[in-house]
C-alpha cells in the first residue's frame, strides 16, 4: 500500500472518529451534561483542527462549562471545604484560561486558606500591637438555666442580683437614680431578665468586657455618650442604576436617623457608621430588597397577512393567545400556514384566509429586566430636512444651509415588562412599522415620505402566553380593462367585448409576543418576616442566639453542627 493511501485512510479515520465525538458532544449538552460536551467537542478539534463547527463548538461551550466548576467551587467554600473548592476553580481555569471570575476566586481561596494556616500557627499578638481591627464587643453566651425573681430594689442591685446568676460583673453608672423597681419573674431565662428589667427601670446596659455589662439611665444623652458605634460596608449585589443605589440608602437613612449612611457609587455600597444594632438591622433589609431583579424573553414575531377576495374578520380585545390550524402549529410555521384561526381570551378573534399568503417579516427577541424600558429597532435611517438657515459670505451674496436629522425606518419595538410574583407578565408595549412610501421636493429639497404603522397596549400574560397586535391594514384597490377598443365603452356590449378585472388587496401587519420569564422574582412571601427592632427612636434587636440559647444548649452537638455563639447575626421576631 502506498504511502499517501495510509495517510488517506487515517485521516478519514481520524475524521470519522471526531464526528463520532462532536455527536457524541452534542448528546451530552442535550442533557445539560456540559461538562463532558465540552471534553468531547475539544477531543473531536484536536482530530479535526481545521473544522469550523468543531471551533464555534468549544468557543460556545467553553465558559459555560468553566462556570460549572465555578459554582461547584463556590458552594464547596460556603461549605467549609475550600482546599476542594481550590480543585475546581483550578479545572474552571484550564477550561478558560480568560476567565477572570476563576482567577479572582482561586486568590481569594489561597487567601482564605494563608489566613487559617496563619491563625493557627501564629504566636498571641498584643493587642497594641495588631493592625486588624477589632469587631464590637459582645458578652459571652449566658446560662439558659430559668430563674425565678420576686423583688422590690433599686436598678443597681436587682442587676447585680441577676449578674451573679448569669456570672455577669455589673457596673453602675455614677448618675443612675436610685428608685423602686418590682419584679415578679417566674421560669425566665437570665437574658430576659435583664431586658425586662432593662424595659420597666428607664435603663440600659451595654458589654464592656465579654463577662462585664455598663448599666446606664435610658436617655438620649447617656445613649450617645455610651452606645458604641461600628462601620461596616455593605456591598449591594444586584444594583443597576444609581436610582436603585439611592432608594437602598433612602430607606435605610428613613428607618435608622441616628446612623450615618454614605454611597460609593463606583462599587455599589453603603458604608455605615452606627450601632451593632442599627448594623444588624441595616444588614437583614438588605438582604431583604438587594435582590436580582426578575428578567424577561420577549419572542417578537412581525407577519404581513395578505388577504384577497374574501376574508371573515372578528376581533375585539386581546387578552391571550392559542394558535390553531387544520394541522399541528408551531410558531416557526404560522407563515407557511395559509389557513389560521387563533382566538383572544372571552373575546374571540378568528381570522379566515381563504386565498392569502402570509410572511413572516421580522422575528426579533427583547430581553428586558422588570420595570425597565427596552427599545428594539431594526431598519434604516432616512435623512430629512429639520430647517434651515443663511450665512453671510465674503462677497455680496449668502449662503442656504439646511440641517438634517436621521429618523428610524423599519421595525422598532418598545416595552416595558412588570412581573408579577405568580409569574405573571404585564407588558406595556408600542410597536411601530415604518417604511419610505416616497419622496417629496420640498424648498428643492427631496424630503423621504414615511409611511408608519403603530400599536399600542398594555396586557398581562402567562409565561408563554401570546398576545396579538393587529387591526394595521393598507388598502389598494386596483383595475383594468381589456378587449376592442372603443366596444368597453358601450353599455351592455362592454361585457361582451372586454374583461374588467377589480382586485381589492388588504395587507394587514400582524405582532404576536410571547414572554418567556427567564427569572422571576426570589422574594416568594407576599411580606419579610418581622423583626423587634426594640421601643422608641433606639434601634435594639433581640438576637435569636440569645433569645433562644436555651434551645440550642439543649440540644446535643454534632461535627457539622456546632452550638451557635450568643452573637449571631440573626435577629428575633417579635
Not at 485521516?11 to 451534561?33: C, I, M, P, V, Y
Not at 481569594?108 to 493587642?127: G, I, S
Not at 449612611?261 to 455599589?268: C, D, P, R, S
Not at 434587636?541 to 452550638?563: G, L, S, Y
Amino acid at each position: 500500500m502506498s504511502l499517501l493511501a495510509i495517510l488517506g485512510t487515517t485521516g478519514t479515520a481520524r475524521a470519522d472518529s471526531a464526528k463520532k465525538l462532536f455527536k457524541a458532544g452534542q448528546a451530552a449538552e442535550a442533557r445539560q451534561d456540559l461538562e463532558t460536551a465540552y471534553s468531547d467537542y475539544t477531543q473531536a478539534l484536536e482530530k479535526s483542527p481545521g473544522d469550523l463547527a468543531y471551533k464555534l463548538a468549544v468557543a460556545r461551550l467553553r465558559t459555560q462549562a468553566a462556570g460549572v466548576h465555578i459554582r461547584k467551587g463556590e458552594s464547596l467554600v460556603a461549605s467549609g471545604q475550600p482546599v476542594q473548592a481550590l480543585v475546581e476553580f483550578f479545572r474552571a481555569r484550564e477550561m478558560d484560561p480568560a476567565n477572570d471570575l476563576a482567577a479572582q476566586d482561586i486568590t481569594k481561596t489561597e487567601e482564605l486558606l494563608r489566613k487559617r494556616d496563619q491563625k493557627a500557627e501564629a504566636p498571641p499578638v498584643n493587642e497594641e500591637d495588631s493592625d486588624e481591627a477589632a469587631p464590637p464587643t459582645h458578652l459571652d453566651p449566658l446560662p439558659p438555666t430559668p430563674m425565678t425573681l420576686h423583688a422590690t430594689q433599686d436598678p443597681a442591685t436587682l442587676y447585680r442580683t441577676i449578674g451573679k446568676i448569669a456570672n455577669l460583673n455589673v457596673l453602675v453608672d455614677p448618675d443612675l437614680q436610685p428608685k423602686s423597681v418590682t419584679l415578679d419573674l417566674k421560669d425566665v431565662s437570665p437574658a430576659e431578665a435583664l431586658r425586662v428589667l432593662a424595659q420597666v427601670s428607664g435603663t440600659f446596659y451595654k458589654p464592656v468586657t465579654h463577662n462585664t455589662i455598663y448599666v446606664a439611665a435610658d436617655n438620649r444623652t447617656k445613649r450617645k455618650l455610651l452606645d458604641t458605634e461600628a462601620v461596616r460596608t455593605f456591598y449591594l449585589q444586584n444594583v443597576s442604576q444609581q436610582s436603585d443605589l439611592n432608594d437602598v440608602q433612602t430607606t435605610l437613612r428613613n428607618l435608622m436617623q441616628g446612623a450615618r449612611l454614605y454611597a460609593v457609587q463606583g462599587q455599589n455600597a453603603i458604608v455605615m457608621r452606627g450601632t451593632p444594632d442599627e448594623l444588624l438591622l441595616a444588614k437583614n433589609i438588605i438582604a431583604d430588597i438587594d435582590r436580582p431583579k426578575p428578567e424577561v424573553l420577549v419572542d417578537v414575531y412581525v407577519m404581513e397577512v395578505s388577504r384577497t377576495k374574501e376574508h371573515d374578520l372578528g376581533l375585539s380585545p386581546p387578552t391571550s393567545l392559542s394558535v390553531s390550524s387544520n394541522s399541528s402549529t408551531t410558531l416557526n410555521a404560522i407563515g407557511r400556514n395559509s389557513s389560521y384561526s387563533y382566538s383572544i381570551g372571552e373575546a374571540q378573534a378568528e381570522l379566515l384566509l381563504s386565498d392569502s399568503t402570509t410572511r413572516l417579516l421580522q422575528n426579533p427577541t427583547v430581553r428586558a429586566l422588570d420595570g425597565q424600558k427596552a427599545t428594539l429597532n431594526i431598519g434604516e435611517k432616512y435623512p430629512y430636512s429639520t430647517g434651515s438657515y443663511t450665512t453671510a459670505t465674503s462677497s455680496s451674496s449668502s449662503a442656504v444651509e439646511t440641517q438634517f436629522q436621521y429618523i428610524d425606518v423599519g421595525v422598532k419595538v418598545e416595552m416595558t415588562p412588570t412581573i408579577h410574583q405568580n409569574r405573571d407578565v404585564t407588558l406595556k408595549m408600542a410597536v411601530e412599522v415604518s417604511s419610505v412610501s416616497g419622496t417629496e421636493t420640498i424648498d428643492d429639497v427631496s424630503e423621504p415620505i414615511i409611511a408608519q404603522q403603530k400599536a399600542e397596549e398594555t396586557v398581562r400574560l402567562k409565561d408563554g402566553e401570546p398576545s396579538v397586535l393587529a387591526g394595521l391594514v393598507e388598502r389598494e384597490v386596483t383595475g383594468s380593462v381589456s378587449g376592442w377598443p372603443g366596444a368597453g365603452e358601450v353599455p351592455l356590449l362592454k361585457y361582451l367585448f372586454s374583461t374588467q378585472d377589480k382586485t381589492n388587496t388588504d395587507e394587514e401587519i400582524v405582532f404576536m409576543l410571547v414572554p418567556h420569564i427567564v427569572r422571576a422574582a426570589q422574594n416568594n412571601d407576599a411580606t419579610s418576616p418581622e423583626i423587634d427592632s426594640g421601643a422608641g427612636d433606639t434601634i435594639q434587636i433581640q438576637r435569636i442566639a440569645r433569645a433562644k440559647m436555651a434551645e440550642q444548649t439543649a440540644k446535643p452537638a454534632t461535627d457539622a453542627q456546632p452550638p451557635q455563639p450568643a452573637k449571631g447575626d440573626q435577629p428575633a421576631h417579635p
